[in-house]
């Protein structure tokens, strides 16, 4: 019935026709290296965008992660928090760096992390006397955290944050923008994410002089001398310029990208959120979510539950994930501290048992979701 359909993926790239503009231009001047006009146009965009003093790019958001940990100084078996209802990404540069990760639950309000776990996190490990080093805060599918009380923990306890806004360029928190409350704030533009460079990062900060570190550390750490001369660690974690190019071009339609997100959310809401036992994530009176991904979460029964329901529409040609695996339930961190909501509850396993993602990109077609949604509907 279905079988001459294009596959409908979750989240694809959506690109505007100006990209093609920049790259050219980058190819006609012989752009093509790493570092150029792009590349600084690109970082003031950004900065200017979010309101921030400055902003480095970088090959992935894992890498501005990665140098945000070596810029707070980040040691092997030094302590590191981190939300546990995330990408691994989150947390793998903790162990690049030979850290521990300590993993944080959610709260049922915004699906990000739990001040409650967090505090109870920090008072049980500072009594051991083991005060975490940072906190990687994340803002997850689009929505960010309830800042307020997570950064007064933090700042009572003096815990600097990085926050990954991976998948919430655009959003805020009471007026301000996502990824601008920490120390350090990071970005992705991997091809899935809500604009892409197809592959990419941005490492954002208030504090310019840290940013230049950052900087020679992600250009191999090379020394001013005539020859190759090198006295630090580096790494080539730099964006080229012809990838800037089509990120500044995307930047101009975030605007554009966030209103279709969130229309596709508000058509799933509207045809889907009477069906008994599914509810939908939700967006607290404090926030403005981009809705990157539209998130619900289905009561299961005897004849559905997530797994079956992604099955059912991927033999529909309609591409659906089940929400992030919890990080402390996966086996690279088998045996890693884990904080949940409170003593009886944890939030991201009941999440993760119950939720799934639908197809979300922004240039979902209003047939091809009616489709998605005819499809959900029969297995429900
Ligand atoms: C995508 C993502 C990352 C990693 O970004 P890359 O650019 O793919 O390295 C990190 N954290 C979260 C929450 C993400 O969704």
Redesign the pocket.
Known sequence: MSGAREKIFLSPPHMSGEEQKYIDSAFASNWIAPLGPNVEQFEQEIANYVGVRGALSL???????HLALRLLNIKPGDLVLC?TF?????ANPILYEGAQPVFIDSEPDTWNMSPIALKRAIVELSKKGKIPKALIL???YGQNADMDPLLDICKFYNIPIIE????SLGATYKGKMSGTFGKYG?????G??IITTS???MLVSDDIEALERARFWATQSRDQARYYQHSQLGFNYRLSNVLAGIGIAQLKVLEDRICARRAVFKRYFEMLSQIDGVKFMPEADFSFSTRWLTALTIEPNSYRNPIKIIEYLEKKNIEARLV?KPLHLQPLFKGIQYYSHTEEESVSERLFNIGVCLPSGSNLTIEDQNYVINCLKECL
């Open positions: 090959s992935s958001g894992t890498a501005a992660i939300s995330t990408f691994v990404a989150s994340v803002n997850l990954d806004a991976a998948e990071i970005y992705s533009f991997n899935n994410k592959g990419g990062g992030w």
